[in-house]
């Protein structure tokens, strides 16, 4: 008999996460020969990106993508991703996501433990700052501006800089720009593309200070259910997904720098100077992730250092 | 007045001083954001908490009082006695919808509980604390539908709501 | 076929008298159980619903329009703007729409403003021998100014369910606003001077015109700070609702002194009832708008609407006569709610904006408002002016000409909607 796999997606089917969706439903229905047709609801028609966790924990829907950064209420480890600037790089990401490596297992068991389990990691980028006129170069740039964030370790880093952090959605960050609600933006450089935020902000300030990832997860029990035949098949498809996204992130990222600077916005590196500027004051941020992570979150960072 | 009745008047004055608490949390946040750059972490997320458990604590009063909007275009043009019957479907529809919300909603709120989670939003509350709202709220209302059913002998009452915006 | 029986039940319910808001969540609950998803979604999506920010705006918009209502604000207003332009050619009529305008910045509801107006300016245009039909049309129109001119509940909603910026919708709706409120206004004007029915009103003198400027000022001065407040990205919507409502209080209680303790629980009162009623509803409808993905109706329907109208032009006139046709027996948030997710993928795959789509649904559930058989404004004039809905109904057509008119306009210049929110 033909099992359904339904993933809830947030983003629309023409995103780099949806064109990925799909090239994952072709595959896993190629390799089962049809006997899982998987069935994608974009564009959040079923589920926002934050009641993914729940819905695919509860089985009320078997797969589902979501923001790494949703499951910090059940498994507060994932914010590692968010420690200021300790994956500021592709190589470092890459390092942190391959099969085996502590950051990824310690996430996933975490994970698992809220009865769904990650399927497989989607590539979105590295956070930056937008601000119109200065960039942000050192932590003094951040001291007494309003910032846009999108969760509580992002604000912690703002507030560790001397910001203030003001949690503003996805569908009100252009306007917030615009109208100066905030002063700085946070997004990924994705992001300024698809929503044309070089109409409100002209400088990007290339951070990387946070690295933010997408999971595709499945609800545990159905997973289990599943022949293990089948759950090769559907593994095999994931890693081509998961191998296909990460290779064209750094094209997606080019493209929107380039596209951000053809509408004429300045865009600034970080100096080694700037960088460790930003070390001194951060280390609040790492502390309160050890604070609520305890050994798990300690040991990730360990063999970060490593 | 029965006795249902009185609780949830009781459960929906409570649930209006909730919703309106949460104009004096959020005054307080723009002054504390435009006046002194300073955005408070909790006026948020608490004005969030008490529209979520004001809305669903007053549903039963709500009920009560005829508030509900409903389309009376049609039963409208029905003899008493159908009205009457129809008001009492209407009232078995929503006790059935409660119902089912009721006991799914206690799911969430006891996995949660059981989980230890937590939001992870900028105050950090436990998942629970919002969630707990839904079995609280349809029980009230499922209790006060069936008030109203019990009443509908003795009532003129022919419709559950009234029409507005 | 499946699309038919889910209308069906989905009228069968309401036509039957169960709360729009139970009638959506259930059917969609049921849905979803036959289609083998878990009743877990029920109770996620109405927390989900519930945990939206801007949803916050509703209670606090309510709450302030309410306290100025308790405060008598609707009355000084019209006095002030009677005291300006009372003595002009249809005086009355004009005083009255601006009134209805300036109440339409103050409160999110067309109903509210409609009563409130309709409550002091129905007897006094009466009074001066004003044509009934032209009067009750008049006030059961200009109420709907409360919806298109921000604050708009409608608009909160729209944007919470299709995640677009409440504040762009806000700003959007001005100028088509604008647009209404001439046409009403040289309407009200040829129509009083051909049909001569009126005793004009002399003219306010100075110190009269102060004193009831003095006492409307705070209000308007109040309208003035939430929507600058709002463009110049001071506050959210949902913050400048709460300044508004803190604003309120003050001017009604410590100004006007206007407001007794009595007034201010009643306030309280009323706006939890409204609130309430209407955030069920769109819980309601999020459950209703997940079965309805699960089924892939607006899938079903976009592929229709592509197969059967070529161009935006078709759609647009296509979707109107649908909507006004459902207007005849639908209030204006079920109509949103419900025809919004359908609609709204087919007008952006057709090239129209997501907020000038908004303020479009906003101006044609303003139509619904005062169709009948069931429309809000007209039961609200009629229970205030003691008459039947055949009087107002029969009053109301000019007006609704007009409204169709703008809807025109703004077809032909959609940037009567995009400009002052994106480009100014
Ligand atoms: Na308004
Ligand atoms: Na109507």
């Not at chain 2, 949830?8 to 649930?15: F, K, N, T």
């Not at chain 2, 937590?118 to 969630?131: F, H, I, Q």
């Not at chain 3, 069968?12 to 808001?21: C, K, W």
């Not at chain 3, 300006?84 to 009529?93: E, K, N, Q, S, T």
Request: charged share 15%; hydrophobic share 55%.
């Amino acid at each position: 008999a033909q099992e359904k796999m339904r993933i809830s997606l947030q983003l629309p089917l023409t995103s780099h996460l949806g064109e990925n969706l799909s090239l994952f439903e072709k595959e896993v229905e190629d390799r089962t020969g049809g006997a899982i047709d998987v069935e994608i609801y974009d564009s959040a028609t079923l589920y926002k990106d934050k009641e993914v966790p729940a819905a695919v924990g509860s089985g009320a829907i078997e797969a589902g993508v979501a923001s790494l950064t949703r499951y910090v209420g059940d498994a507060p480890v994932v914010d590692v991703f968010y420690m200021p600037f300790l994956f500021n790089t592709e190589d470092k990401v890459r390092a942190a996501v391959s099969e085996g490596n502590t950051v990824r297992e310690t996430i996933e068991e975490a994970v698992a433990e809220t009865g769904g389990q990650i399927l497989y990691w989607q590539a979105y980028g590295g956070a930056i700052l937008l601000s119109q006129g200065d960039p942000i170069r050192r932590p003094e740039d951040l001291e007494g501006k309003k910032v846009r964030v999108f969760g509580k370790t992002l604000g912690d880093f703002v507030t560790a800089a001397g910001g203030a952090p003001t949690l503003i959605s996805g569908s009100e960050q252009y306007l917030a720009y615009q109208r100066g609600t905030v002063d700085v933006g946070m997004t990924g450089v994705s992001g300024v593309k698809s929503r044309k935020l070089w109409e409100v902000m002209d400088t990007i300030t290339v951070t990387n200070h946070a690295d933010i990832e997408f999971v595709v997860v499945v609800n545990t029990e159905w997973w289990n259910g599943l022949s293990e035949e089948i759950r090769t098949q559907i593994s095999e498809a994931a890693a081509v997904a998961q191998e296909d996204v990460r290779d064209r992130m750094s094209q997606i990222e080019a493209e929107a720098y380039a596209a951000a600077e053809e509408n004429g916005m300045t865009i600034v590196e970080l100096s080694d100077e700037d960088l460790a500027a930003w070390a001194e004051v951060v280390q609040p941020v790492y502390d309160n992730y050890v604070a609520a992570t305890g050994d798990a979150g300690q040991k990730i960072l360990d063999s970060v250092a490593d | 007045m029965h006795v249902i009745t009185r609780l949830s008047r009781l459960a929906g004055a409570i649930g209006a001083v909730l919703l309106a608490a949460t104009g004096a949390m959020l005054t307080y946040e723009v002054i504390a954001r435009y006046f002194f750059i300073k955005p408070t972490i909790w006026a948020a997320e608490l004005s969030q908490l008490c529209l979520i458990w004001g809305c669903l604590l007053a549903m039963g009063w709500v009920l009560a009082q005829r508030h509900h909007i409903t389309v009376n275009a049609v039963t409208g043009l029905f003899p008493r006695k159908i009205q009457r019957l129809c008001v009492a479907f209407a009232l078995l529809f929503i006790l059935g919808f409660s119902l089912i919300v009721m006991r799914w909603g206690w799911d969430i709120f006891h996995e949660s509980w059981v989980r230890g989670r937590t939001t992870g939003s900028l105050l950090d509350l436990p998942a629970w604390v919002a969630e707990l709202s839904v079995p609280v709220g349809f029980a009230l209302l499922s209790l006060q539908a069936v008030a109203e059913l019990v009443a509908l002998r003795g009532t003129t009452t022919i419709t559950l709501g009234s029409s507005h915006e | 076929m499946t699309v038919i029986l889910i209308l069906v039940a989905l009228f069968g319910l309401l036509l039957l008298g169960v709360p729009v808001a139970f009638a959506l969540g259930g059917l969609g609950l049921g849905m979803l159980m036959l289609g083998g998803f878990s009743p877990l979604m029920a109770p996620q999506a109405i927390l989900s619903t519930l945990d939206g920010f801007i949803l916050l705006a509703v209670p606090l918009f309510l709450l302030m329009s309410n306290v100025l209502l308790k405060g008598g604000v609707g009355r000084d207003l019209f006095a002030a703007v009677q005291a300006w332009v009372g003595h002009w050619p249809g005086g009355l009529a004009v005083a009255t729409i601006l009134s209805c305008a300036l109440f339409a910045a103050i409160s999110g509801s067309s109903v509210a403003t409609a009563a409130t107006i309709g409550t002091v300016a129905i007897p006094e245009m009466i009074g001066r021998g004003y044509d009934r039909r032209f009067v009750y049309g008049l006030l059961a129109a200009g109420g709907t100014l409360g919806i298109l001119i921000p604050p708009s509940i409608p608009m909160i909603v729209y944007g919470f369910v299709t995640e677009q910026s409440v504040i762009a919708l806000f700003l959007g709706g001005l100028a088509p606003g604008a647009v209404l409120i001439v046409l009403f206004v040289v309407f009200a004007m040829l129509f009083s001077r051909f049909s001569q029915a009126y005793t004009p009103t002399p003219a306010a003198t100075w110190p009269e015109r102060m004193a009831a400027t003095r006492r409307a000022l705070p209000s308007v001065a109040l309208a003035l700070l939430v929507i600058v407040g709002l463009y110049s990205g001071a506050f959210t919507p949902t913050e400048g609702a709460a300044v508004g409502f803190a604003a309120a209080l003050a001017i009604t209680a410590f100004w006007l002194r206007s407001l007794s303790w009595a007034d201010f629980r009643a306030a309280i009162r009323e706006s939890a009832l409204t609130t309430v009623a209407i955030l069920l509803i769109i819980a309601g409808a999020k459950v209703f708008g997940k079965a309805i993905a699960l089924y892939r109706i607006p899938q079903d329907v976009s592929a229709f609407i592509a197969q059967n109208f070529e161009g935006p032009l078709a759609f647009i006139v296509a979707v109107s006569v649908v909507l006004i046709l459902m207007g005849l027996v639908f209030e204006a948030l079920s109509m949103i709610l419900i025809m919004t997710p359908v609609l709204l993928p087919s007008a952006m795959g057709l090239g129209f904006d997501p907020v000038w789509f908004g303020i479009y649904m906003v101006i044609m559930v303003e139509i619904a408002l005062i169709t009948p058989p069931v429309g809000l404004n007209l039961y609200v004039i009629q229970s205030v002016a003691k008459t039947s809905l055949g009087q107002v109904a029969r009053g109301v057509w000019p007006f609704l000409v007009l409204m169709l008119v703008t809807v025109v306009a703004l077809y032909i210049v959609p940037d009567l909607a995009l400009y002052i929110p994106f480009k100014w």
